[in-house]
Structures are given as structure tokens and as C-alpha cells.
């Protein structure tokens, strides 16, 4: 089944230590993206990756950090989590990004920082 | 003025009313419209996608833009209770293809 999978689905953790929510796509999209979701705001895109090795900031970037090293992973990492970082986390490819290109989302990422 | 507007509701119908969803945007550069659907602690999935101004059709749902009025529309006929969830809008273009999500309007069919 063609799907985006992100792990963990719910995580609580704790002010300053590092985690890192995977991200896995099995279509073998070239762009890959992190949003984030929170009530009245809507989704605000993180990072996005054209294809491997190659990662932009999306509209808010700040405390997170990405890395390309193959084409099916994009990893988002929280290097020093806080709590205006609790938030519902999405990840999502599309086959290019270009024209109308469809994104495939994952299921989402429900973190909370105490 | 925000790019893209959209009014997040929450918006309560009856089942088999006719539901109609809006978004307002600001950039004429855009070019791509589309519609996803999000259920509760789901991802969002898309729903219809346009390109042109004028009416899409699919089922018993209707994409409607007109890019001289910078807006978009999605009307569902024969609501269900299924067809409870939030509905994003999201436009593509402009010189970086970057795609701009409203904010979302939930919507609840009662049976």
C-alpha cells in the first residue's frame, strides 16, 4: 500500500531533550515535507526537500532541524524541545513538486513538551 | 492581507443539506486549487483539485473558481454524516510553487 509512514504517533517528553520523529514514504517521491498543525492556525509548513541531500525552511523553521540522506526518509529533529513545540506534526511527499502534484500525508505525529 | 482565507467554521448541517465552503486569496499568481479533507486524527487527503476557473465536478462534490474574484468554493450535496470532517483549502503557484493551506472549517452532518 502506497502510504507516508511516521513514527511516533504520540510522544510526550520533557524541556530540552532531543527526539526525532521519523517520517518514511514507499512511493518513491522526489519532495518530502513537515508541517505542523495547531488549532487556529492552521498547517505551517517546517522544512521541505526537493529530493536527497536538498532541504529548504518552509515558515517556521526555528528548533527544528532535517536531514535527506535517501529518498524514502526525512527525518524532523528536535534538538532541544520546548513547550511551544507541542504541536500535531505532519509529514507528506508528492511524486515532484511542481504543477499540481498531490501530497500524500501521513497519519500525523502528536507531540507534547512539558 | 493573509494569502489564503477561509472561514474554520464550525459549521453544523443537517444531513442531505447542501454545504457550501469557501476560501479567498490574495496572489493572482496562483494557479492550483485544491481541496482536502481531514478526518478526526487523520492526515489530511485530497479531495478535488482544479486548475482553470469554472466548475469541477466529482460525485457529490463541486470545485468552483473564479480567479477574477480571487475565490474558491466547495459545495457537498446530499450531506452525510461521513462527510463530517475538516475541509482545508489549499492553492499552489507564484514564482516558488509553494503551497498555502487555510486554516480549515469543520464540519459537522447531523443525521
Known amino acids: 500500500e502506497a502510504q507516508v509512514t511516521q513514527n511516533p504517533r504520540y510522544l510526550i517528553t520533557v524541556t530540552g531533550k532531543k527526539l526525532t520523529v521519523t517520517c518514511s514514504q514507499n512511493?518513491?517521491?522526489?519532495?518530502m515535507s513537515w508541517y505542523r498543525q495547531d488549532p487556529g492556525l492552521g498547517l505551517r509548513q517546517i522544512y521541505y526537500s526537493m529530493n536527497v541531500e536538498v532541504t529548504d525552511k518552509g515558515d517556521v523553521p526555528e528548533g527544528y532541524k532535517v536531514s535527506r540522506k535517501e529518498k524514502r526518509n526525512f527525518p524532523l529533529i528536535l534538538e532541544s524541545p520546548s513547550p511551544n513545540q507541542t504541536s500535531l506534526y505532519f509529514c507528506a511527499s508528492s511524486l515532484r513538486f511542481s504543477g499540481a502534484n498531490v501530497l500524500t500525508f501521513g497519519a500525523g505525529s502528536r507531540l507534547t513538551v512539558l | 492581507q493573509k494569502e489564503v482565507e477561509q472561514d474554520p467554521g464550525p459549521l453544523s448541517v443537517p444531513e442531505g443539506a447542501i454545504v457550501s465552503l469557501n476560501c479567498t486569496y490574495s496572489n493572482s499568481a496562483f494557479q492550483y486549487f485544491m481541496w482536502y479533507r481531514q478526518y478526526s486524527r487523520k492526515g489530511p487527503e485530497l479531495l478535488m483539485y482544479?486548475?482553470?476557473?469554472g466548475n469541477k465536478e466529482d460525485g457529490r462534490f463541486t470545485a468552483q473558481v473564479d480567479k477574477s474574484s480571487k475565490y474558491i468554493s466547495l459545495f457537498i450535496r446530499d450531506s452525510q454524516p461521513s462527510d463530517s470532517a475538516t475541509y482545508l483549502c489549499a492553492i499552489r503557484g507564484g514564482s516558488n510553487y509553494k503551497l498555502t493551506f487555510g486554516k480549515g472549517t469543520l464540519l459537522t452532518v447531523n443525521p
Open positions: 482544479t486548475y482553470s476557473s
Open positions: 512511493m518513491n517521491h522526489e519532495y
